[in-house]
C-alpha cells in the first residue's frame, strides 16, 4: 500500500466525518398549555431520529438560564435564550404555544426569530407525518445538515483495501500504481457521490418546506403545514371562578314630599311636610361571602369568537343594623335589627383580548356585558319601631362594561361599570310612599388581581352600587310621595382559579 492511496483514504474520512463536526446544537423549549410535556416530547424525539442536530436537554439549558437569571417562564423567552446560547453552544431554540393547533417559534442564538410555523393537534399531540415535516422544517431553518445516504455508505468506502499479493510474486512499482487508479477513482466517485446526495437532500428539505407553505384546496388538515406570522394565542381561560369574603356597608333614607334626602334634611323641622321617615345608619359592616364564574365556551377559537361569554355571581350577607325611625306624631324608635341581603347577576358578555410585552406576553382585555340583576334586603319582620321595618327588592336588566390592564403576572388592575335599567322597588314598597315611582342605579368596581401559583390567583376588588326612587301620588304612610335612596359599599377579598 502506498502512502498516497493512504493520503486520499485518510481525505475521504475526512471529508464525509466534516457534516457531523459542524452539527448545529438546538434545544427544545416548554410550550405553553402543552399538557403533560406532549408536543415538546414528540418535536425533541424527532429531531433526535433525525441525527441532524445536536440536542440541548431542556435540564441543561433552565441550568445555564438560571445562571443569568432566567428562571421558569421567563427561562423559555427569546431574551432568555440570547442570554445563555454562548454559554451553552447554542445555535437556535424552539418554542410556542399549543390548543387546538400548535404555534411554534424558531429563534437564533441572538433570539431573533428564524420562521414561526403551525401545526393541527389532535388530542393535544402532533400526527406522525406532521411531526416529520415539523423536524425537518427546523433542521431546514437552522441549517443543519442531514445525513445523506453517501454518508451512511461511508464505511464501507473507507474499509476498501488493495488485493493481498503472494509473497513469492512480488509487483513491481508501476504495477501497484496501476492496481491502485481504480480504487482511487472509486473513492472520488464515492465522494462526489456523497456531495450531490447530501445537496440533492437539501434541495428536497426546501422543496418540501416551499410547499408547506401553500395549502391545496383538497390537502387533508393533518398534511398541511403553516407558516403562521401570529404570536402566542391571546384569548380568555375557558372558565373562571372566584370565592370571597364581603365586608358590606349599607345606608337607608326615606323622605317625604321632596325628590332627596338631602333637600329634606336641609329644612328646618317645623317646615318638613309629614309623614315617616327611616335611616339605615352604615356604621357596622355586616360580612358574608360571594361566588362568581366566567364561561367562555369558544376560548380556544382564534378568531373573534372567543370573546363570547357568560357571566354570572352570588352573593349574601347578613347584617345587624341600627335604625332610626321618626313617624309622623312625632314619636322615635332606635334599635339594632337583623337583615339578609342578597344579590344575584347573570349576563352575556363579549370582550377583545390583547396582549401586552413581548418576551412573554401578558393578556388583558376590554368588554361589554348586559344581562339581568336582582337585590333584596330583608329585614327581620318581628323588628317594629313601633311599625315593620321596609326591606328593598329590585329585579332589573343590567348593561355595563369591563377592563383588565395586565401589570405583571401576579397584578392586573380591573374595574368595571354598570348603568340599572329602572331598578323599582317591589310594588308592596311603592304602595306605602306613593302610587307610582321612577327609580335609576348604577354601580362600579376597582381592584386587583392576579396569579400566584399556576392557575389559581387572588382577587380584591372594593364595590359600589347606588339606587334612588322618586315616589309621586298618594301612599299608604305619604300623601304626596317623597323619595328613598339605597346604597352598598363592599369590599371583595378571595382567591380565583382558571382553566
Given at each position: 500500500?502506498?502512502?498516497?492511496?493512504?493520503?486520499?483514504?485518510?481525505?475521504?474520512?475526512?471529508?464525509?466525518?466534516?457534516?457531523?463536526?459542524?452539527?448545529?446544537r438546538?434545544?427544545?423549549?416548554?410550550?405553553?398549555?402543552?399538557?403533560?410535556?406532549?408536543?415538546?416530547?414528540q418535536?425533541?424525539?424527532?429531531?433526535?431520529?433525525?441525527?441532524?442536530?445536536?440536542?440541548?436537554?431542556?435540564?441543561?439549558?433552565?441550568?445555564?438560564?438560571?445562571?443569568?437569571?432566567?428562571?421558569?417562564?421567563?427561562?423559555m423567552?427569546?431574551?432568555?435564550?440570547a442570554?445563555?446560547?454562548?454559554?451553552?453552544g447554542?445555535?437556535?431554540?424552539v418554542?410556542?404555544?399549543?390548543?387546538?393547533?400548535?404555534?411554534?417559534?424558531?429563534?437564533?442564538?441572538?433570539?431573533?426569530?428564524?420562521?414561526?410555523?403551525?401545526?393541527?393537534?389532535?388530542?393535544?399531540?402532533?400526527?406522525?407525518?406532521?411531526t416529520?415535516?415539523?423536524?425537518?422544517a427546523?433542521?431546514?431553518?437552522?441549517?443543519?445538515?442531514?445525513?445523506?445516504?453517501?454518508?451512511?455508505?461511508?464505511?464501507?468506502t473507507?474499509?476498501v483495501e488493495?488485493?493481498?499479493?503472494?509473497?513469492?510474486?512480488e509487483?513491481?512499482?508501476?504495477?501497484i500504481?496501476?492496481?491502485?487508479?481504480p480504487?482511487?477513482?472509486?473513492?472520488?466517485?464515492e465522494v462526489?457521490s456523497?456531495?450531490s446526495d447530501?445537496?440533492?437532500?437539501?434541495?428536497?428539505?426546501?422543496?418540501?418546506?416551499?410547499?408547506?407553505?401553500?395549502?391545496?384546496?383538497?390537502?387533508?388538515?393533518?398534511e398541511?403545514m403553516?407558516?403562521?406570522a401570529?404570536?402566542?394565542?391571546?384569548?380568555?381561560?375557558?372558565i373562571?371562578?372566584q370565592v370571597?369574603?364581603?365586608?358590606?356597608?349599607?345606608?337607608?333614607?326615606?323622605r317625604?314630599?321632596?325628590?332627596?334626602?338631602?333637600?329634606?334634611?336641609?329644612?328646618?323641622p317645623?317646615?318638613?311636610?309629614?309623614?315617616?321617615?327611616?335611616?339605615?345608619?352604615?356604621?357596622?359592616?355586616?360580612v358574608?361571602?360571594?361566588?362568581?364564574?366566567?364561561?367562555?365556551?369558544?376560548?380556544?377559537?382564534?378568531?373573534?369568537?372567543?370573546?363570547?361569554?357568560l357571566?354570572?355571581?352570588?352573593?349574601?350577607?347578613?347584617?345587624?343594623?341600627?335604625?332610626?325611625?321618626?313617624t309622623?306624631?312625632?314619636?322615635?324608635?332606635?334599635r339594632?335589627v337583623?337583615?339578609?341581603?342578597?344579590?344575584?347577576t347573570?349576563?352575556?358578555?363579549?370582550?377583545?383580548?390583547?396582549?401586552?410585552?413581548?418576551?412573554?406576553?401578558?393578556?388583558?382585555?376590554?368588554?361589554?356585558h348586559?344581562?339581568?340583576?336582582?337585590?333584596?334586603?330583608?329585614?327581620?319582620?318581628?323588628?317594629?319601631?313601633?311599625?315593620?321595618?321596609?326591606?328593598s327588592?329590585?329585579?332589573y336588566?343590567?348593561?355595563?362594561?369591563?377592563?383588565?390592564?395586565?401589570?405583571?403576572?401576579?397584578?392586573?388592575?380591573?374595574?368595571?361599570?354598570?348603568?340599572?335599567?329602572?331598578?323599582?322597588?317591589?310594588?308592596?314598597?311603592?304602595n306605602?310612599?306613593?302610587?307610582t315611582?321612577?327609580?335609576?342605579?348604577?354601580?362600579?368596581?376597582?381592584?386587583?388581581?392576579?396569579?400566584?401559583?399556576?392557575?389559581?390567583?387572588?382577587?380584591?376588588?372594593?364595590?359600589?352600587?347606588?339606587?334612588?326612587?322618586?315616589?309621586?301620588?298618594?301612599?299608604?304612610?305619604?300623601?304626596?310621595?317623597?323619595?328613598?335612596?339605597?346604597?352598598?359599599?363592599?369590599?371583595?377579598?378571595?382567591?380565583?382559579?382558571?382553566?
Open positions: 500500500m502506498s502512502f498516497k492511496f493512504l493520503g486520499r483514504l485518510l481525505g475521504l474520512a475526512m471529508l464525509l466525518g466534516s457534516a457531523g463536526a459542524h452539527a448545529q438546538v434545544v427544545v423549549l416548554e410550550f405553553r398549555n402543552d399538557k403533560a410535556a406532549k408536543v415538546r416530547t418535536i425533541e424525539r424527532a429531531l433526535r431520529s433525525s441525527h441532524s442536530v445536536d440536542i440541548l436537554s431542556l435540564r441543561q439549558y433552565k441550568a445555564a438560564a438560571a445562571k443569568k437569571s432566567f428562571k421558569g417562564a421567563r427561562a423567552t427569546p431574551a432568555a435564550v442570554k445563555t446560547a454562548k454559554a451553552a447554542l445555535s437556535a431554540a418554542g410556542g404555544s399549543a390548543g387546538k393547533t400548535v404555534h411554534v417559534q424558531i429563534w437564533d442564538s441572538s433570539g431573533a426569530e428564524l420562521s414561526t410555523l403551525k401545526f393541527p393537534l389532535k388530542h393535544g399531540s402532533l400526527s406522525q407525518q406532521d416529520r415535516h415539523l423536524a425537518d427546523v433542521v431546514s431553518t437552522v441549517g443543519a445538515r442531514k445525513p445523506s445516504g453517501a454518508a451512511k455508505r461511508a464505511p464501507s473507507a474499509s488493495p488485493p493481498v499479493e503472494s509473497p513469492k510474486a509487483p513491481t512499482a508501476s504495477a500504481e496501476q492496481k491502485e487508479e480504487v482511487a477513482a472509486s473513492s472520488k466517485a462526489t456523497a456531495k447530501s445537496s440533492g437532500r437539501e434541495q428536497q428539505l426546501r422543496e418540501e418546506l416551499a410547499e408547506a407553505h401553500t395549502t391545496s384546496p383538497s390537502t387533508a388538515p393533518s398541511t403553516e407558516v403562521a401570529k404570536g402566542p394565542r391571546v384569548g380568555p381561560s375557558l373562571h371562578a370571597t369574603g364581603t365586608t358590606t356597608w349599607r345606608s337607608y333614607c326615606s317625604p314630599g321632596f325628590t332627596s334626602c338631602a333637600q329634606y334634611n336641609a329644612l328646618d317645623s317646615q318638613r311636610p309629614p309623614g315617616d321617615t327611616v335611616d339605615f345608619k352604615a356604621q357596622v359592616p355586616y358574608g361571602f360571594s361566588l362568581a364564574a366566567e364561561l367562555f365556551p369558544f376560548a380556544e377559537s382564534s378568531s373573534l369568537l372567543h370573546g363570547f361569554g357571566l354570572a355571581g352570588y352573593e349574601r350577607g347578613f347584617s345587624q343594623t341600627n335604625v332610626n325611625i321618626v309622623s306624631a312625632g314619636t322615635t324608635g332606635n339594632q337583623y337583615a339578609a341581603d342578597q344579590a344575584l347573570a349576563l352575556a358578555a363579549f370582550r377583545y383580548f390583547f396582549a401586552l410585552g413581548q418576551e412573554e406576553p401578558l393578556v388583558g382585555y376590554a368588554g361589554i348586559g344581562g339581568f340583576g336582582t337585590r333584596r334586603f330583608d329585614v327581620d319582620s318581628s323588628a317594629s319601631v313601633p311599625q315593620p321595618l321596609p326591606g327588592h329590585r329585579n336588566p343590567v348593561v355595563g362594561i369591563d377592563v383588565s390592564v395586565p401589570i405583571w403576572k401576579f397584578l392586573r388592575v380591573e374595574g368595571s361599570g354598570n348603568y340599572f335599567l329602572s331598578p323599582k322597588p317591589s310594588s308592596s314598597e311603592i306605602n310612599y306613593g302610587s315611582v321612577s327609580s335609576s342605579g348604577w354601580g362600579a368596581d376597582l381592584g386587583l388581581a392576579g396569579d400566584i401559583w399556576g392557575p389559581f390567583g387572588y382577587v380584591a376588588r372594593l364595590r359600589y352600587s347606588q339606587y334612588k326612587d322618586h315616589f309621586t301620588g298618594s301612599g299608604a304612610q305619604w300623601q304626596n310621595g317623597g323619595a328613598a335612596e339605597e346604597s352598598y359599599l363592599g369590599l371583595y377579598w378571595g382567591a380565583s382559579a382558571h382553566f
